[in-house]
Each structure stands twice: as structure tokens, then as C-alpha cells.
């Protein structure tokens, strides 16, 4: 399974970011997705999460309202898309694949695949 992300970068405060992950066809129809964030000697952070059919997302409480979690059939891709963002939300952001379970999908430790990650920077 490969997760691919892109479109990482450097964003005035209060900005926007749109991250994508590419999956293959498999991953898209056996996996729920989920994004996370790890900032400079912090742990990886739970930002948002996508139930296998879609139907539900989640979102951490400091990204509510904020971000939005939504994915492409056709293309196989998972977005982000960060809205208003703040120099707290600067962090390399990873998205995440895991096979349907009622075991909590804030835990990185469910998850069984990972991309590479992307650099997002929230700066002036």
C-alpha cells in the first residue's frame, strides 16, 4: 500500500492549503483514511479522519471548523483542505490508511500504513 502526499508549503497566517494523498484503487476501497500532524518535538497529533464509506468525518477540536477531509473516487485521493490557518498548524502533515475498526482513529498506533509526509509552514 503507498499513500503519496503533496502540496505542502509555506502560507501567510490565515491562508490556505489544500494536501492531497494518493492512494491506489485497493487502498481507496479496503481502507479508511485518516491526516495527522507532528510539529518539532511533538508527538504525531490526530487532526482528521474519514470513515471507509465516507459517510462520517472527524475532526480534531483545534481544527474544527477550519479543515475539511474529503476524497476523489475517480482519482484515488484523499484531500485536506486547511482553511484560515495559524502558525500553531505549522507541523509536517501525514496522511494515513487503516482497515475498518472500532479501535479509536485518533491513535497513530491503529493505523497501518503512512506516507512519506509534507512540510506545512504557517508564517508571515
Known amino acids: 500500500v503507498q499513500l503519496v502526499e503533496s502540496g505542502g508549503g509555506l502560507v501567510q497566517p490565515g491562508g490556505s492549503l489544500r494536501l492531497s494523498c494518493v492512494t491506489s484503487?485497493?487502498?481507496?476501497?479496503?481502507?479508511?483514511m485518516g491526516w495527522f500532524r507532528q510539529a518539532p518535538g511533538k508527538g504525531r497529533e490526530f487532526v482528521a479522519y474519514m470513515t471507509l464509506s465516507a459517510r462520517s468525518t472527524y475532526y480534531a477540536d483545534s481544527v474544527k471548523g477550519r479543515f475539511t477531509i474529503f476524497r476523489d473516487d475517480a482519482n484515488h485521493t484523499v484531500y485536506l483542505q486547511m482553511n484560515s490557518l495559524k502558525p500553531e498548524d505549522t507541523a509536517v502533515y501525514y496522511c494515513?490508511?487503516?482497515?475498518?475498526?472500532?479501535?479509536?482513529?485518533?491513535?497513530?498506533?491503529?493505523?497501518?500504513?503512512w506516507g512519506q509526509g509534507t512540510q506545512v509552514t504557517v508564517s508571515s
Open positions: 494515513a490508511a487503516r482497515r475498518p475498526s472500532a479501535s479509536s482513529y485518533s491513535s497513530p498506533a491503529t493505523y497501518d500504513y
Open positions: 484503487g485497493r487502498t481507496f476501497s479496503s481502507y479508511a
